[in-house]
């Protein structure tokens, strides 16, 4: 089992959210920030998708802003609230996939 369970687990990490493609190393366990989740309502990172290294993918929820500050506003790190890997099923409904099949009428 890894360092994060299937469940969200608190978590003392950082992660950067400027932009997909970088590395993030959670809980001690490596792989790469695929996508950022922004909340509807500010547009902030309130989220993201890791692609683990040894397979798998779980989600992050962010917390506070954390590391520096950028000459656009924003920060480059946010705190990590917690990590829970996911499956197919879950992912869709976090990237509102799952919400555009059913307005399509497609079946899940």
Same mark, same amino acid.
């Given at each position: 089992? !890894?360092? $994060? %369970? *299937? #469940? *969200?687990?608190?978590?003392?990490?950082?992660?950067?959210?400027?932009?997909?493609?970088?590395? %993030?190393?959670?809980?001690?366990?490596?792989?790469?920030?695929? *996508?950022?989740?922004? !909340?509807?309502? @500010?547009? !902030?990172?309130?989220? %993201?998708?890791?692609? =683990?290294? @040894?397979?798998?993918?779980?989600?992050?929820?962010?917390? +506070?802003?954390?590391?520096?500050?950028?000459?656009?506003?924003? $920060?480059?790190? +946010?705190?990590?609230?917690?990590? +829970? @890997?996911?499956? +197919? @099923?879950?992912?869709?409904?976090? !990237?509102?996939?799952?919400?555009?099949?059913? #307005?399509?009428? =497609?079946? *899940?």
């Amino acid at each position: 089992m !890894s360092a $994060y %369970a *299937a #469940q *969200a687990t608190p978590s003392a990490d950082l992660i950067y959210v400027e932009v997909p493609g970088t590395t %993030a190393i959670l809980g001690g366990r490596r792989g790469t920030v695929t *996508a950022l989740h922004h !909340s509807p309502i @500010d547009r !902030s990172v309130d989220g %993201a998708f890791i692609g =683990w290294d @040894d397979g798998g993918t779980a989600y992050v929820t962010t917390g +506070r802003h954390a590391g520096e500050l950028r000459r656009h506003g924003g $920060y480059t790190h +946010r705190e990590v609230d917690a990590v +829970r @890997d996911i499956g +197919r @099923d879950e992912f869709d409904v976090l !990237s509102g996939l799952a919400a555009m099949r059913t #307005q399509l009428g =497609w079946r *899940a």
